[in-house]
């Protein structure tokens, strides 16, 4: 349930700004998504996930904010640290991103050490460009073990 939370964390990269320069734009929507993990905030996520999501697991949008919603209710804090690896743009309206994310979550009313669940997992993820604002249509992740 965490990696699944955080997929859309991290898949929900991309919303925001006239595309000058889509990879910046990118860069900084992972440090945007980041944030907003931390901040358990839905409604970031909500915003960038197109009507088109699917995942390599068969999820679709719907899917994916009941999971991010379920993995903030069992976290009462969340600490990520991310790096970006790869950002390909594809023509006009297309980009992937690969991100590994450190991610940290603690349960409420637990023990310090009890309580802590913590991974490093991959991301690949699929955004298009939609007038200006990223959406993003597919993610992929996995456990980073030894990367």
């Known amino acids: 349930m965490k990696a699944l939370g955080f997929a859309t964390a991290l898949a929900a990269l991309a919303t925001g ?6 990879e910046a734009d990118i860069r900084e929507l ?9 901040a358990r905030d839905v ?3 909500s915003d960038v996930l197109g009507e088109s999501y699917r995942d390599a697991r068969g999820n679709d949008r719907e899917e994916m904010l009941r999971a991010l919603r379920g993995y903030f209710i069992a976290n009462q804090r969340i600490e990520i640290v991310s790096r970006v690896d790869e950002i390909v743009i594809e023509g006009e309206h297309a980009a ?3 991100v590994h994310a450190g991610m940290l979550g603690r349960r409420s009313g637990t023990a310090l050490i009890d309580g802590l669940d913590a991974d490093l997992y991959r991301f690949e993820i699929e955004l298009v460009n939609d007038g200006g604002d990223w959406q993003v249509i597919g993610a992929d992740f996995k456990r980073a073990v030894g990367e």
């Open 96 to 98: 992937r991103a690969v």
């Open 43 to 45: 409604g970031f996520f």
């Open 17 to 22: 700004c006239a595309a000058n320069d889509p």
């Open 30 to 38: 992972i440090a945007a998504a980041e944030e907003a993990a931390e």
